[in-house]
């Protein structure tokens, strides 16, 4: 049963609003990502485990969104942020650790090394890098283990994000576990996922 809220003028302004948002995201992450979400690695993203309930593509989402949504709040603050290169880095910054069984002796190993790999892929990718691409994402596990504190705003977002959606995936684990956990997409980065999908039927 619907609620009065949810037929009033100010729910369906908020979900107008919300709904402008979503798609403004995945306008700009397909902008100045496109040829990292088109990638072989990408797809593989998804089928590796990440953060015992989540994928690292999944992750890799919810990152992507939740650094491109900061960077709104900072410009309307008129603080100066390049989006090209936090969509790059968000979207590349995991992907050292594909294959990572094989790749590394230890998970240790693995949170050490995968930020100097995932330069790389990304290096392999990405035809024109944004400048501080590199840089955010050999920086992004900060302030974990021995990495480098980020040396840019946009560093500072990605490892931001990159905290958080690490916590919420692990928390969210119990809710997910017994649903089928592969098609478990943060709900601001379902019209992304959903541009992948189009891409692996093509």
């Known amino acids: 049963m619907k609620t009065p809220y949810r037929n009033s003028k100010l ?8 709904e402008y948002l979503n798609q403004r995201i995945a306008d700009d992450v397909e902008r100045y990502g496109g040829e990292v979400i088109d990638s072989e690695e990408m797809r593989s993203a998804f089928e590796q485990t990440h953060h015992r309930w989540s994928t690292v593509g999944e992750h890799t989402i919810r990152v992507t969104v ?7 709040v900072l410009k309307k603050l008129h603080i ?15 992907l050292g650790m594909l294959g990572r069984y094989e790749k590394f002796s230890s998970g240790k190993e693995c949170s050490r090394e995968h930020p ?13 890098m944004p400048e501080k691409t590199e840089d955010i994402i050999e920086r992004h596990m900060w302030p ?15 490892s931001v994000a990159d905290k958080y959606n690490a916590v919420k995936d692990l928390v969210k684990g119990s809710e997910v576990n017994h649903t ?15 541009h992948i999908h189009e891409k692996q039927l093509r």
């Open 80 to 94: 100066k942020v390049n989006v090209p290169a936090v969509v790059v880095a968000s979207l590349c910054h995991d």
């Open 66 to 72: 939740s650094s491109v949504m900061i960077c709104y």
């Open 180 to 194: 089928g956990v592969k098609n478990y997409v943060h709900e601001k980065g379902k019209k992304i996922q959903q």
């Open 11 to 18: 729910h369906k302004k908020i979900e107008a609003k919300r």
């Open 144 to 158: 974990m283990g021995q990495a480098k504190a980020p040396n840019s705003i946009e560093g500072i977002v990605v």
């Open 116 to 128: 100097k790999e995932s330069v790389a892929v990304a290096r392999e990718l990405v035809s024109d």
